[in-house]
């Protein structure tokens, strides 16, 4: 710490402005929503603060839209690329480079050659298998040889967003490149995977969170998905459940119930079998910004099985029927929880839950990272 502020989160402009004290009382706010004790969240925040590390980061990019980059980049308050980026050595990234050609493909190449072994591979887009791959080239090489030289290399591996997570909307039927998500390619390393269309920013704000101040990864399910955000479905923490067990559905967009905001699942909603934390991490920080929050049903993003595969209005089986004990409510009075606190929140499940050890020493030089609490070494 120096001056006040957080060593490795001042940046490299000295932007972001969290001091410690902040990111101490962050991290206790979000202790207290997944019921840890203050001193705890103490011990982890002065845990962060003592790293110093900014292991390097290498984005790549594949059939996708951009959509997860663009949301990471719309969040407002705080400015959460702000934070990611004074977290880590952003060294190669398709769409915020300014270099372009030879230059790019040279700082590929110097990123990969100083940090092998300890950088970050972060994939957004599907990979293309069919006919050799040769439906997404860049610099003259498939998307397959690219992963498969870049990830295998890594530290780390991060695939953002349905398409790299399972294939998202390329691997839509017929799927006539053959689309597949990084897990898919990568057969045999661990690929954590952040699933959305588009991601959440602060569940990919937790996993790096985590892997910079601990050298772990969040503990996982059996889709590679960090349980702190996806252990749960839609349905169970959906502010219309209330609705759902009373029996007051809509019946067709524009109804009475559809106006009184009555549960959607009459109209095709896929919450009931997806499983995500939208429904109290909302976008860009704004209010119900989220499809069942603006009055749409949800369309199961995260799910392979559901998004781009069945019809938008088909209704789907209940995975959890029994009823929450705790309802929230219909018509919330939101009290302000910092979303990065959310995100600390999910560090902070993740540690304690247990994760991999990803062996500290391949973030490089310094102190070794404490595993979490639970966590196994990697062999
Ligand atoms: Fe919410 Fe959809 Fe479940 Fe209704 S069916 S309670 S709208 S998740």
């Given at each position: 710490m120096e001056n006040g502020t957080v060593s490795g989160w001042d940046g490299p402009a000295g932007s972001s402005g969290v001091d410690r004290r902040d990111f101490v009382r962050m991290c206790t706010l979000a202790a207290a929503s997944v019921g840890i004790g203050a001193s705890m969240a103490e011990r982890m925040a002065e845990a962060a603060v003592a790293r110093k590390l900014k292991p390097s980061v290498i984005w790549l990019h594949f059939q996708e839209c951009t959509g997860c980059t663009e949301s990471l980049l719309r969040t407002?308050?705080?400015a959460l690329a702000e934070l990611i980026l004074d977290l880590v050595s952003l060294d190669y990234h398709e769409t915020l480079f300014a270099a372009a050609g030879h230059q790019a493909e040279d700082a590929l190449k110097k990123a990969m050659k100083e940090n092998e072994g300890k950088y970050v591979c972060v994939i957004e887009g599907a990979i293309p298998e069919k006919d050799g791959g040769i439906y997404c080239k860049i610099g003259d090489r498939t998307a397959v040889d690219i992963v498969n030289d870049v990830a295998g290399k890594a530290g780390a591996i991060i695939a953002i967003g349905s398409c790299a997570s399972w294939g998202g909307i390329p691997s839509a039927d017929p799927n006539p490149t053959g689309a597949a998500g990084a897990p898919m390619v990568l057969k045999g390393k661990t690929v954590v995977t952040i699933p959305g269309c588009p991601a959440n920013p602060y569940n990919f704000l937790g996993t790096v969170l985590q892997y910079v101040t601990f050298g772990t990864l969040p503990d996982l399910d059996d889709k590679a998905r960090p349980r702190f955000a996806y252990g749960r479905t839609i349905h169970e923490h959906c502010p219309r459940r209330a609705h759902f067990d009373a029996g007051r559905f809509v019946q067709k967009f524009g109804d009475e119930a559809h106006r009184l905001g009555y549960c959607l699942y009459k109209t095709g909603c896929k919450g009931p079998a997806t499983h995500a934390n939208c429904s109290v991490q909302h976008f860009?920080?704004?209010?119900?910004?989220?499809p069942i929050g603006i009055g749409h049903p949800c369309f199961g993003c995260t799910e392979k099985t559901l998004a781009f595969r069945a019809p938008l209005h088909s209704t789907v089986d209940i995975e959890r029927p029994t009823p929450p004990d705790f309802y929230p409510p219909i018509k919330a009075e939101h009290g302000f929880v910092s979303p990065v606190a959310t995100g600390v929140a999910g560090v902070i499940a993740g540690a304690l839950l247990g994760a991999g050890f990803m062996a500290s020493k391949k973030l490089g030089a310094g102190e070794p990272a404490e595993p979490g609490p639970g966590a196994k070494k990697e062999g």
């Open positions: 407002s308050h705080p860009g920080e704004v209010q119900d910004a989220w």
